[in-house]
């Protein structure tokens, strides 16, 4: 008896907030009240799930101005293309929300793909994940911890329709998941699961499952555990707990994290020595890219790093098709301008 009150005390604890997202949460309470069509006018406020608007609010006024549509594209295109580069167009990630043209400008003169800073910023994940062979056409199935608004998702299932996915995060993210999902992706099936039991098996090709972070019911079997900017907010056994309890089943993770989070003292030690506990880590120390001067004059280099990261599973060969210093989005290596 005293042992099970211990485990649930243990998974209460796993599954509460960190004192970080915790104010986090209650700062995000005003998007529950907004209408499903403004929401991703408001989901980047503070960073929390997303990049702010404004600039890309500014940026599309000025590029959608009469004077200023036969001029140079503005660096936030660039950058994109950069990313691009060598990936086929069936991996590159567009802004699909219905409002894309007050917030994005084209990539091309037939409009197929817009762009702004969450745009660039999922193609730096979307990118990473084809070059290092863990996106294709393959089915496969994804678990995201911390889905953000479900940007990433959206593209994964966009670019692989034959896959499944399923984001794990608080409840109240998930209803805002939902919501815009509903609205801005209709086409994708979402499934939302808050009680103890369910069946991933039975989630059709191309579609979202969305599972409560406190949900404790069968485990979640996946080919890639993605976590893209959460990882480093959460505490030790938090991050433990999504990857060394057995809860979810994974043969690789992608992490795109920095090594600790300033403001949160709860993660006490570097992400990779946690992650390092449970798999092998691409790349090595070694061969991991170095700072450039102007990130080693900062003067938060070991706590601020940001770091791209496969960990193998024990019995899961798997084999890079890039070199570390082809990762995008890492300190040393190729980082967007939205990233600076």
Request: proline fraction near 7%; hydrophobic fraction near 35%; glycine fraction near 6%.
């Given at each position: 008896m005293?042992?099970?009150?211990?485990?649930?005390?243990?998974?209460?604890?796993?599954?509460?907030?960190?004192?970080?997202?915790?104010?986090?949460l209650?700062?995000?309470?005003?998007?529950?009240?907004l209408d499903?069509?403004?929401l991703?006018?408001?989901?980047?406020f503070?960073y929390y799930?997303?990049?702010?608007?404004?600039?890309?609010?500014?940026?599309?006024?000025?590029?959608?101005r009469?004077?200023?549509?036969?001029?140079?594209?503005?660096?936030?295109?660039?950058?994109?293309?950069?990313?691009?580069?060598g990936?086929?167009n069936?991996?590159?990630?567009?802004e699909?929300?219905?409002?894309?043209?007050?917030i994005?400008?084209?990539?091309?003169?037939?409009?197929?793909?817009?762009?702004?800073?969450?745009?660039v910023?999922?193609?730096?994940?979307?990118?990473?994940?084809y070059?290092?062979?863990?996106?294709?056409?393959?089915?496969?199935?994804?678990?995201?911890?911390?889905?953000?608004?479900?940007?990433?998702a959206?593209?994964?299932l966009?670019?692989?329709?034959?896959?499944?996915y399923?984001?794990?995060?608080?409840?109240?993210?998930?209803?805002?998941?939902?919501r815009w999902?509903?609205h801005?992706?209709?086409?994708?099936?979402?499934?939302?699961?808050?009680?103890?039991?369910?069946?991933?098996?039975?989630?059709?090709?191309?579609?979202?499952?969305?599972?409560?972070?406190g949900s404790r019911?069968?485990?979640?079997?996946?080919?890639?555990?993605?976590?893209?900017?959460?990882?480093?907010?959460?505490?030790?056994?938090?991050?433990?707990?999504?990857?060394?309890?057995?809860?979810?089943?994974?043969q690789?993770?992608?992490?795109n994290?920095?090594?600790?989070?300033?403001?949160?003292?709860?993660?006490?030690?570097p992400l990779?020595?946690?992650?390092?506990?449970?798999?092998?880590?691409?790349?090595?120390?070694?061969?991991?890219?170095?700072?450039?001067?102007?990130?080693?004059?900062?003067?938060?280099?070991?706590?601020?790093?940001k770091l791209?990261?496969?960990?193998?599973?024990?019995?899961?060969?798997?084999?890079?098709?890039?070199?570390?210093?082809?990762?995008?989005?890492?300190?040393?290596g190729?980082?967007?301008?939205?990233?600076s």
């Amino acid at each position: 008896m005293e042992h099970n009150q211990q485990t649930s005390s243990d998974l209460r604890l796993v599954s509460a907030p960190s004192l970080v997202w915790s104010g986090w949460l209650e700062d995000l309470r005003f998007l529950h009240v907004l209408d499903a069509e403004a929401l991703r006018l408001h989901v980047g406020f503070g960073y929390y799930l997303g990049a702010p608007i404004e600039r890309d609010l500014w940026v599309a006024s000025e590029y959608a101005r009469p004077t200023n549509s036969q001029v140079s594209p503005p660096k936030i295109v660039s950058d994109y293309r950069d990313l691009v580069t060598g990936v086929p167009n069936g991996f590159w990630a567009s802004e699909p929300d219905p409002l894309r043209e007050r917030i994005s400008v084209p990539l091309v003169e037939s409009r197929t793909y817009w762009i702004n800073t969450d745009t660039v910023r999922t193609q730096v994940d979307i990118s990473n994940l084809y070059n290092l062979g863990l996106l294709g056409k393959t089915a496969r199935h994804y678990v995201e911890v911390g889905g953000g608004y479900g940007r990433l998702a959206q593209a994964v299932l966009n670019s692989c329709p034959a896959s499944t996915y399923t984001i794990v995060d608080f409840p109240e993210i998930l209803d805002i998941v939902r919501r815009w999902f509903a609205h801005a992706c209709p086409e994708i099936p979402v499934y939302t699961t808050y009680e103890e039991d369910y069946d991933l098996t039975q989630d059709e090709p191309g579609s979202l499952r969305l599972v409560s972070n406190g949900s404790r019911g069968s485990a979640l079997d996946c080919d890639v555990l993605i976590n893209v900017n959460s990882f480093f907010e959460m505490t030790d056994a938090q991050v433990l707990d999504y990857v060394d309890s057995g809860r979810i089943c994974w043969q690789q993770i992608y992490s795109n994290n920095r090594e600790r989070q300033p403001d949160n003292e709860e993660l006490t030690f570097p992400l990779t020595e946690l992650l390092s506990r449970v798999g092998e880590l691409w790349p090595e120390p070694a061969a991991r890219p170095k700072y450039r001067v102007e990130e080693a004059s900062t003067g938060l280099v070991d706590e601020n790093r940001k770091l791209v990261l496969v960990v193998s599973r024990p019995g899961h060969s798997w084999s890079p098709q890039i070199q570390p210093n082809q990762l995008l989005g890492t300190s040393g290596g190729y980082m967007p301008t939205v990233f600076s």
